[in-house]
C-alpha cells in the first residue's frame, strides 16, 4: 500500500488548499481514510476521517472550515482547507486508519504553511 499526499505549500491567512492523497494497491472506499497533522513542538492530531459508516468526523479546531472527500474513480481522499490559520500549519498526513493504531498506514508527509 502506498499513499501519496500532494498539494500543501504557502497561504496568506484567510486562503484556501486543497490536498490530494493517491493510494496504490488499496481502495479508498473500502477502508477508513484520515488526515493527520503535527505541528513542530506539538502531538500529531487526527483532523478529519471517515468512519467505517462513511460518515466524515472532524476535529473541533478544523470544524467548519476543513471538509474530507473522496473521489472513488481516481482512488483518491482529499482535504479541502478553507480560511485557514496560522495555527494550521503543520505536516499534514495520509493515513489508512486500522482498528489499532499500530496497523495505520501512512503516507509521506506535505507541508503546508499559513503566514503572511
Known amino acids: 500500500v502506498q499513499l501519496q499526499a500532494s498539494g500543501g505549500g504557502l497561504v496568506q491567512p484567510g486562503g484556501s488548499l486543497r490536498l490530494s492523497c493517491a493510494a496504490a494497491g488499496s481502495s479508498v472506499s473500502s477502508n477508513r481514510m484520515g488526515w493527520y497533522r503535527q505541528a513542530p513542538g506539538k502531538q500529531r492530531e487526527l483532523v478529519a476521517q471517515?468512519?467505517?459508516?462513511?460518515?466524515?468526523n472532524y476535529a473541533p479546531s478544523v470544524k467548519g472550515r476543513f471538509t474530507i472527500s473522496r473521489d472513488n474513480a481516481k482512488n483518491t481522499v482529499n482535504l479541502q482547507m478553507n480560511s485557514l490559520k496560522p495555527e494550521d500549519t503543520a505536516v499534514y498526513y495520509c493515513v489508512r486508519l486500522a482498528l489499532s493504531p499500530k496497523y495505520d498506514i501512512w503516507g509521506q508527509g506535505t507541508l503546508v504553511t499559513v503566514s503572511s
Open positions: 471517515f468512519t467505517s459508516g462513511g460518515n466524515a
